[in-house]
């Protein structure tokens, strides 16, 4: 009888070898190495000699009609934005977050919607069939074409998915599913990816779309091989705080469409409500007259969103100040304070810095440095921003506004929200022509200093 082998496997690759290794050689990945067991390869297929493998013939890409793709809305239009207008048939798509974010809530809402004309089958390897019942009473789930399987056999789930022959299929967590042939316990980088495999190849033979649950580690990414991510049609993100009750739907990877769209909930007593006014949302509550607030404008794909950048500067009580910032890059932070230092004669050298971005947004577009500037002066000289401003405009290192993407889009929803006046790159003048039937001042500056005078 063959003795099992011991070997270790990249979690980041899926690089294996027979020893322990610090770095992976393939993708340079450190203490990323799992122990696994592979499984012994029998005698007779060794021995047995290789057939030659079947030709098959390829289709030219004109004569392939795109009249067959279909896409099922799910009631839900900020996930159908997500994912490009609806669901795929035969895509398969993977859902992560971090525990209680609210991915199994998500689902379950959506089998609400596509219940009323297509068959769901939802596999549970976590929940019983009593919990999951509670939880859809909960949710107001009542759907007669919703199915529920609790089940951990990829082998057997797959062959009740032949032969059942479902709309839609969900699996509630890849981590929990396991394959009898494979030699390792559920969650490992086999079982992950064989399961995931075994899912892709059901999914594409009978053109079934299947959205699967996959649990993230303490680092934030989905637990497993990275190869997962790669195996998968379609990558989605929940994001938001624990003490917030909005969350974010983000899309990494999306072969049906773009990456760059996002999608709001709030987490309510009968499970995620969409929110088709982020900026309203984010604005609620803002204080007025208080030095130290600024409001800015990020684009996420082609939806503007607006929220409020708060700023405190005050004096340290340690012998090197500190410098924390919530929502916002750290290291673009510090640069911003140097340039500020440098080429506006500001000085934060022996002062406390921090800033936070309301409603748990994280500002990562450029066009809300010329925002998180005001914040910071306007704290700095304990003066308020007026109500009615508002800031776009990316800073150089020479202390230059530069201009940004999509201005006029960024402008209409200011002006929707009520804002009079907004600072602008005074080289993005010419985009603006198409703004003169609009009603709000536009302020053209070209370097920082231009931009704080409007402050005093």
Known sequence: MAKSKTLFVCSQCGYETVKWLGRCPSCGGWNCFDEAVAAPASASSAKAAPHPAKA???????SISEADEIRF????GELDRVLGGGIVKGSL???GGDPGIGKSTLLLQICE???????????????????LKLRANRLHVFSENLYILASTDVEAICSTILQQKPDLVMIDSIQTMCIDTVSSSPGSITQVRESTNAFLRTAKSEDIPVFIVGHVNKDGAIAGPKVLEHIVDAVLYIEG???FSYRILRAVKNRYGSTNEIGMFEMGDSGLREVPNPSMVLLSGKPQGVSGSCVACIMEGSRPILAEVQALVTKTSFGTPRRTANGFDYNRMNLMLAVLEKRAGFFFGALDVYINVVGG???????ADLSVALSLVSSLRDRAVDEDLIAFGEIGLGGEIRSVHNLAERI?????LGFCRAIVPKSAVSQLSQLRSLKI???PVSHIKEAFAVLS
């Open 73 to 76: 809305c799910t009631g839900i």
């Open 93 to 95: 798509v993977l859902l």
């Open 56 to 62: 098959q013939t390829p289709l030219p890409i004109r």
């Open 361 to 367: 947004l994280r500002l990562d577009d450029p066009a």
């Open 241 to 243: 705080e624990r003490n």
């Open 412 to 416: 209409r929803e200011a002006q929707r």
């Open 441 to 443: 001042e536009l302020l």
């Open 113 to 131: 919607h596509l219940g009323e004309s297509l068959r769901i089958l939802y596999v549970s390897g976590e929940e019983s069939t009593r919990q």
